[in-house]
């Protein structure tokens, strides 16, 4: 309930409309620089094809910064795959904690309501101590497949 407070507050305050414009001037100004960074990174790529035409010819100019830029898009691509892995799983691991997290959260905002009523602190401990069998029993099975393989 506070978050939505001060969420409505920030709205009726004006700072919200501020932050707004902030980061709309921001994303102009950054969108300019990007423009003019790579129209000098174009005209400095267009030196190099006209430098290298008048010392090996236009033609061979022409094929190698085509194949300089395939192999460049190739090496790109391939470190992207590469990198792939490694992005899901802390995507995984990020939406493990966060679901953790929310578990807990709602534990403990449920956690007063199940003490104050009927069942008090039975209602409680009935589906902690099937959690704990639970886990107890899946962490045997582990082992015993574990124990298994290590036979083979």
Do not use: H
Request: overall charge positive; charged content about 15%; aromatic content about 6%.
């Amino acid at each position: 309930m506070g978050m939505l407070a001060s969420l409505i507050s920030g709205l009726a305050s004006g700072e919200t409309v501020a932050a707004m414009r902030r980061a709309r001037t921001a994303a102009i100004v950054y969108g300019l620089a990007i423009s003019a960074a790579l129209c000098g990174l174009g005209f400095l790529v267009a030196a190099a094809y006209i430098w290298t035409a008048t010392r090996y010819g236009s033609l061979a100019a022409a094929l190698g910064f085509g194949a300089g830029f395939l192999v460049l898009a190739g090496l790109i691509l391939l470190i992207y795959q590469i990198s792939a892995g490694a992005r899901a799983r802390r995507r995984a691991q990020r939406r493990n904690a966060d679901m953790k997290a929310i578990g807990i959260a709602a534990a403990l905002a449920v956690l007063p309501a199940l003490l104050k009523g009927k069942g008090g602190l039975g209602v409680i401990l009935g589906p902690a101590v099937a959690l704990a069998a639970y886990a107890i029993y899946r962490e045997n099975v582990k082992s015993d497949d574990s124990d298994e393989d290590e036979r083979k």
